[in-house]
């Protein structure tokens, strides 16, 4: 099997992942939850995990790293916190149903800074017409469709001149790509666990730099006589009982990425994307996504081909044994951007884990899943 579907789930993981895991299930149970050593391991592996993931990520209060479900849970506290109903907020154009889904619940006023695809500079002017007067600026660091590094730090020096909360969508960047929060001064930065940072599903990071509303209440361990939330974090926000072997599991992928170095686990990404996507233009009919400065593409790549649907192709790779996503990838708005909203395409995605060695094997199974695809064996 080759595994080229990362920026859905990372499934390749350092061993250490899941025997912290497996040791967090034998011997932990809920930090705040009493004075026993089952529950003081899980209260000392929760804060060693928040501790990791403020200096990896250059924040300097680790009580403000918040636990979530995933992603997309941080960006809804994020969004509930900073857009008011019927604001305006400027999004990037290719942002992630996470991002388009919540704020059309919360009845924003979405206003898109269109840009063409890989073209940073316009991206940019894009975002410096429509900043001033916004409630709010949503913008993804790296597509999860085509790689687009997003000039992120740039928006967030705009939003600063102009006094408009700006939230990071960090999913595909977290633990690839530096993500340094201070030099951001992001209103919220979200991400998951499970991509980048190499730990397990259920697992998510919300970095607050802003008050933040809860979107859930409950039991937190703390101020228990009160009928509403603690106002301080992290309590504010992690309502339940928490997921310890997943934080457990987390801190351990962490630690690999700040023993690796996210910018060499980047490099090597781009690397075997850029080299696979080279070789990949010389298949008749295929469209390759890859950007002329390398800089702007992360470690993926995507694909579509003139006479063979998206979805065939990636059945048909998964009958040949490379592990893809093919479809809209749950980002319609990065479709419309590209093009490519009627199609779809096929999407390889890559880890720390991918060798050189299987990036070779690649475009002859993909020339071969074109036929296989063509014909109708699937």
Not at 92 to 109: C, P, Q
Not at 179 to 197: S, Y
Not at 228 to 257: C, K, S, W
């Amino acid at each position: 099997m080759i595994y080229l579907d990362s920026a859905a789930t990372s499934l390749q993981k350092p061993r250490a992942v899941a025997e912290q895991t497996a040791l967090a299930i034998r011997m932990m149970a809920s930090p705040g939850r009493g004075g026993h050593r089952p529950a003081r391991l899980a209260g000392e592996k929760a804060f060693e995990c928040r501790a990791a993931l403020a200096e990896l990520f250059n924040f300097a209060e680790p009580e403000n790293v918040v636990f979530t479900m995933n992603a997309t849970h941080a960006l809804n506290i994020a969004l509930a916190s900073t857009v008011p109903a019927g604001g305006r907020v400027v999004v990037s154009g290719w942002e992630h149903n996470a991002v388009t889904r919540t704020l059309n619940m919360l009845k924003a006023d979405v206003d898109t800074a269109k840009a063409p695809l890989f073209d940073s500079g316009a991206t940019l002017e894009a975002f410096r017409e429509r900043i001033p007067g916004a409630a709010c600026v949503v913008c993804t660091h790296v597509s999860n469709v085509f790689g687009f590094v997003l000039p992120v730090y740039a928006i967030a020096g705009l939003c600063r001149e102009y006094g408009v909360p700006f939230v990071l969508d960090a999913s595909q960047s977290a633990g690839a790509v530096e993500v340094d929060a201070r030099k951001l001064g992001a209103a919220f930065i979200a991400m998951p666990g499970h991509k980048g940072l190499l730990g397990p599903q259920g697992t998510g990071v919300l970095l607050c730099g802003a008050p933040a509303a809860p979107v859930m209440a409950g039991g937190t361990g703390s101020d228990s006589r009160a009928q509403t939330m603690p106002e301080f974090l992290p309590d504010r926000l992690e309502a339940g009982t928490h997921n310890i072997p997943g934080i457990a599991g987390l801190l351990a992928g962490v630690q690999y990425v700040k023993r690796r170095g996210a910018e060499a686990i980047g490099a090597h990404e781009r690397a075997l994307a850029r080299a696979l996507g080279m070789q990949l233009r010389s298949i008749p009919g295929l469209e390759v996504f890859l950007a002329d400065d390398e800089s702007a593409q992360a470690g993926v790549v995507s694909v579509r081909h003139s006479s063979v649907g998206c979805e065939e192709l990636g059945a048909a790779l998964a009958s040949l044994g490379v592990c893809v996503r093919a479809g809209l990838h749950c980002a319609p708005l990065a479709h419309w951007s590209a093009g490519t909203l009627e199609t779809g395409t096929v999407r390889l995605s890559f880890s720390p884990f991918n060798t050189v060695q299987e990036i070779r094997r690649v475009p002859a199974l993909v020339e071969r899943a074109v036929r296989i695809a063509a014909a109708g064996e699937i």
